[in-house]
T-cell receptor, first 112, second 113 residues
Framework: DAKTTQPPSMDCAEGRAANLPCNHS???????VYWYRQIHSQGPQYIIH???NNETNEMASLIITEDRKSSTLILPHATLRDTAVYYC?????????????FGTGTRLTIIP | ETGVTQTPRHLVMGMTNKKSLKCEQH?????MYWYKQSAKKPLELMFV???????ENNSVPSRFSPECPNSSHLFLHLHTLQPEDSALYLC????????????FGPGTRLTVL
């Protein structure tokens, strides 16, 4: 699975959009980008995933560059409850590939 | 609330004790996972079960022994642990192995004295 690079920490003002970057320059054509987050003392929570098109759900938007070497997770109106560690994971999506390899992620702090 | 429950939420044990962690899901998922999260280290996958059969064991010491009696329940039996085994142990499930969304439980915070 391709390696990802994320900034260790970021701050964002409450109510503003939080934009979390992820570099995955060695991504291959059949690898998807997944985002999870982990709020303190809880298990990780799936947010969104995508291959090449931008994706949006009720939690967030995922913007993937055309060359797929980087992506941005956007939380459109951040709240204090969005304070968490956000993990960007790249891996092949196939049944039988069980592994989610979590890195160190980005610690996002929402400032009141 | 993800539909995956874990008990106990906190556990303190001595190095000679035997204890078990329990995970339960009633989501109808066929795959279940154990992860370990130590302080300041990334999550590490320990074991994967698919339809009650172990499909992955990531070089985990034998003092950790998983058991999956049915697709809704997963146990992690602990025996003669070391202080460095103190960590948050997380259970997860997904419809099939390889599904993009895994549902995690809240974890068991284990302290080994």
């Amino acid at each position: 699975d391709a390696k990802t690079t994320q900034p260790p920490s970021m701050d964002c003002a409450e109510g503003r959009a939080a934009n979390l970057p992820c570099n995955h320059s060695t991504i291959s054509g059949n690898e998807y980008v997944y985002w999870y987050r982990q709020i303190h003392s809880q298990g990780p929570q799936y947010i969104i995933h995508g291959l090449k098109n931008n994706e949006t759900n009720e939690m967030a938007s995922l913007i993937i560059t055309e060359d797929r070497k980087s992506s941005t997770l956007i939380l459109p109106h951040a709240t204090l409850r969005d304070t968490a560690v956000y993990y960007c994971i790249v891996r092949v999506f196939n049944f039988g590939n069980e592994k989610l390899t979590f890195g160190t992620g980005t610690r996002l702090t929402i400032i009141p | 609330e993800t539909g995956v429950t874990q008990t106990p939420r906190h556990l303190v044990m001595g190095m000679t004790n035997k204890k078990s962690l329990k995970c339960e899901q009633h989501l109808g998922h066929n795959a279940m996972y154990w992860y370990k999260q130590s302080a300041k280290k990334p999550l590490e996958l320990m074991f994967v079960y698919s339809l009650e059969e172990r499909v992955e064991n990531n070089s985990v010491p034998s003092r950790f022994s998983p058991e999956c009696p049915n697709s809704s329940h997963l146990f992690l039996h602990l025996h003669t642990l070391q202080p460095e085994d103190s960590a948050l142990y997380l259970c997860a499930s997904s419809p099939q192995t390889g599904d993009p969304e895994q549902f995690f439980g809240p974890g068991t915070r284990l302290t080994v004295l």
